[in-house]
């Protein structure tokens, strides 16, 4: 399996090579050059473990690692430490499924990727030599997560970039309780906007980025979507078996209901879908921040200001993992290879650059039969962690809430579905208050940061002054 770029620009690489380079370096983003088949594995894959499935999946992609090499990996990643009570339970609420994402480290889906993302830089490192240093900007969830995967590993220095006072209290001590010696947090006084400036100006001045071996762990990092894909298998697999359904039976099929931001978590249910995953179809869930269901129903990617909601993490206008979706649907409608990828970069163009782009719609229903969309208003949010409180006695995080609300007006009948749980809803007291009208809403780990040392460097809203303190750190830590 070889990696390209969906703008055409980079010489077909290795999945390690496309793992170090995050971002593809002609500003695309780096995709496998095929999409496996594996229908016919579907029946022995069904009964694996959560890690031998990964393994599978993995392997499919990783074609330069050996599988001796990647099993570890992925044991470390998923070992019970880490994850007390599995990576992916799938549980019943009411006549929907849940399949709960959120009992790693950090207690939200993203430690899922993130996890076994710094086992592969900690692979490379070691094999290749060299060091890595990461620079990220968050504006909740992502840092932690990113922070929990790389912790006290060796060659690897993280520094991740938080808007000082924005995000929640708990999400900021979930980074800045993290006293390892590679690890610097930095809260800058400013938005989360300013910090992912920062980030870009940075990373796009190619000779730091080289002297000091940036590299990144945003959402479009490929692995992160690969590691991913497993979950939906795992998950339709485990209901299906439930049901006493036969696998490769061809109406033995399950729909996922995604809470969607950056299109990385959906992308990755797509990809399984394309795979022969037995999946009807995927039912896109937004918030306010509605863009995503614009371009499924009507081919439209009107452009505005994000509006914040109570779930912060899918408070987004341009979806940094689209691009992938975006580049099999312009191949799908067109022969020419070069004239494809011209017109991708035009349509990413546009929206850099803050216009609307169109696309024909292919069906009355939207631009694919295989994703369905929708969004929920705030109200809706808080109207469903409330009732599903009171009717099942089950708590939703308002990610998971946005989800499971679009899930219950789409849903037909008969139709299986499960609902992502993103988060665990104690990362969000103050939602969950506001909803059920009690502080409901808690987690041992959490509540224990409160008396946690922090550390962390509050700067200037001024690139040159994270700049300073990224050389004088590194400086210290590598005389
Ligand atoms: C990041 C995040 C999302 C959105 O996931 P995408 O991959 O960006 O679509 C949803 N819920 C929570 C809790 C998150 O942290």
Same mark, same amino acid.
């Given at each position: 399996?070889?990696?390209?770029?969906t703008r055409g620009g980079i010489e077909p690489c290795e999945f390690l090579d496309a793992v170090m380079m995050g971002l593809a370096d002609d500003g695309?983003?780096?995709? *496998?050059?095929?999409?496996?088949? %594996?229908?016919?594995?579907?029946?022995?894959?069904?009964?694996?473990?959560?890690?031998?499935?990964?393994?599978?999946?993995?392997?499919?992609?990783?074609?330069?690692? *050996?599988?001796?090499?990647?099993?570890?990996?992925?044991? @470390?990643a998923y070992s019970a430490d880490h994850w007390p009570d599995g990576v992916a339970p799938t549980v019943a609420v009411g006549d929907l499924h849940v399949?709960?994402?959120?009992?790693?480290?950090?207690?939200?889906?993203?430690?899922?990727?993130?996890?076994?993302?710094?086992?592969?830089?900690?692979?490379?490192?070691?094999? @290749?030599?060299?060091?890595?240093?990461?620079?990220?900007?968050?504006?909740?969830?992502?840092?932690?997560?990113?922070? #929990?995967?790389?912790? $006290?590993?060796?060659?690897?220095?993280?520094?991740?970039?938080?808007?000082?006072?924005?995000?929640?209290?708990?999400?900021? =001590?979930?980074?800045?309780?993290?006293?390892?010696?590679n690890v610097h947090n930095i809260a800058v006084e400013g938005d989360f906007d300013d910090c992912q400036r920062i980030m870009k100006e940075l990373a796009?001045? &190619?000779?730091?980025?080289?002297?000091?071996?940036?590299?990144? %762990?945003?959402?479009?990092?490929?692995?992160?979507?690969?590691?991913?894909?497993?979950?939906?298998?795992?998950?339709?697999?485990? %209901?299906?078996?439930?049901?006493?359904?036969?696998?490769?039976?061809?109406?033995?099929?399950?729909?996922?209901?995604?809470?969607? $931001?950056?299109?990385?978590?959906?992308?990755?249910?797509?990809?399984?879908?394309?795979?022969?995953?037995?999946?009807?179809?995927?039912?896109? #869930?937004?918030? %306010?921040?509605?863009?995503?269901?614009?371009?499924?129903?009507? $081919?439209?990617?009107?452009?505005?200001?994000?509006? *914040?909601?109570?779930?912060?993490?899918?408070?987004?206008?341009?979806?940094?993992?689209?691009?992938?979706?975006?580049?099999?649907?312009?191949?799908?409608?067109?022969?020419?290879?070069?004239?494809?990828?011209?017109?991708?970069?035009?349509?990413?163009?546009?929206?850099?650059?803050?216009?609307?782009?169109?696309?024909?719609?292919?069906?009355?229903?939207?631009?694919?039969?295989?994703?369905?969309?929708?969004?929920?208003?705030?109200?809706?949010?808080?109207?469903?962690?409330?009732?599903?409180?009171?009717?099942? @006695?089950?708590?939703?995080?308002?990610?998971?809430?946005?989800?499971?609300?679009?899930?219950?007006?789409?849903? =037909?009948?008969?139709?299986?579905?499960?609902?992502?749980?993103?988060?665990?809803?104690?990362?969000?007291?103050?939602?969950?208050?506001?909803?059920?009208?009690?502080?409901?809403?808690?987690?041992?780990?959490?509540?224990?940061?409160?008396?946690? !040392?922090?550390?962390? #460097?509050?700067? !200037?809203?001024?690139?040159?002054?994270?700049?300073?303190?990224?050389?004088?750190? &590194?400086?210290?830590?590598?005389?």
């Amino acid at each position: 399996m070889k990696y390209i770029s969906t703008r055409g620009g980079i010489e077909p690489c290795e999945f390690l090579d496309a793992v170090m380079m995050g971002l593809a370096d002609d500003g695309g983003l780096v995709i *496998p050059d095929a999409i496996p088949d %594996v229908r016919d594995r579907l029946s022995d894959w069904s009964t694996l473990s959560y890690n031998e499935l990964a393994l599978e999946i993995v392997a499919l992609f990783a074609t330069d690692v *050996p599988r001796e090499d990647l099993r570890p990996l992925i044991e @470390r990643a998923y070992s019970a430490d880490h994850w007390p009570d599995g990576v992916a339970p799938t549980v019943a609420v009411g006549d929907l499924h849940v399949l709960e994402l959120w009992h790693g480290p950090t207690l939200a889906f993203k430690d899922v990727a993130l996890q076994l993302l710094g086992n592969l830089f900690e692979y490379v490192l070691a094999r @290749r030599g060299g060091r890595l240093n990461i620079l990220g900007a968050t504006s909740g969830d992502t840092g932690s997560a990113a922070i #929990a995967g790389v912790r $006290g590993r060796a060659g690897i220095d993280i520094f991740m970039m938080h808007p000082r006072g924005r995000t929640s209290p708990v999400q900021a =001590r979930q980074m800045t309780t993290v006293l390892d010696e590679n690890v610097h947090n930095i809260a800058v006084e400013g938005d989360f906007d300013d910090c992912q400036r920062i980030m870009k100006e940075l990373a796009g001045d &190619l000779a730091f980025k080289r002297r000091y071996s940036l590299g990144a %762990v945003n959402s479009v990092n490929w692995a992160r979507v690969l590691a991913q894909i497993v979950y939906y298998f795992k998950s339709a697999f485990g %209901v299906l078996a439930q049901q006493g359904k036969d696998v490769a039976e061809k109406d033995a099929t399950v729909t996922f209901a995604v809470p969607t $931001g950056n299109f990385g978590d959906i992308l990755a249910g797509w990809y399984a879908m394309q795979m022969g995953c037995p999946i009807k179809r995927l039912i896109l #869930a937004t918030n %306010v921040n509605d863009i995503l269901k614009q371009f499924f129903t009507k $081919g439209i990617y009107p452009r505005s200001t994000a509006k *914040p909601t109570s779930s912060p993490s899918m408070d987004i206008q341009i979806s940094s993992n689209f691009e992938r979706y975006l580049y099999y649907y312009v191949n799908r409608h067109s022969r020419n290879i070069d004239a494809m990828a011209d017109r991708l970069k035009g349509m990413m163009q546009i929206l850099e650059h803050g216009g609307n782009m169109y696309v024909k719609p292919n069906t009355p229903d939207g631009i694919d039969p295989q994703i369905a969309a929708e969004s929920a208003s705030e109200q809706d949010v808080m109207a469903t962690i409330a009732e599903t409180w009171r009717q099942h @006695r089950y708590l939703l995080d308002p990610h998971t809430a946005v989800g499971v609300r679009v899930a219950r007006r789409m849903r =037909r009948d008969g139709e299986t579905v499960i609902c992502l749980a993103t988060a665990h809803p104690a990362k969000f007291p103050t939602a969950i208050e506001q909803a059920v009208g009690e502080a409901i809403a808690h987690h041992n780990r959490l509540d224990a940061l409160a008396t946690l !040392p922090t550390r962390c #460097a509050d700067l !200037p809203n001024d690139k040159q002054a994270v700049r300073d303190f990224i050389e004088t750190t &590194l400086k210290r830590r590598i005389p």
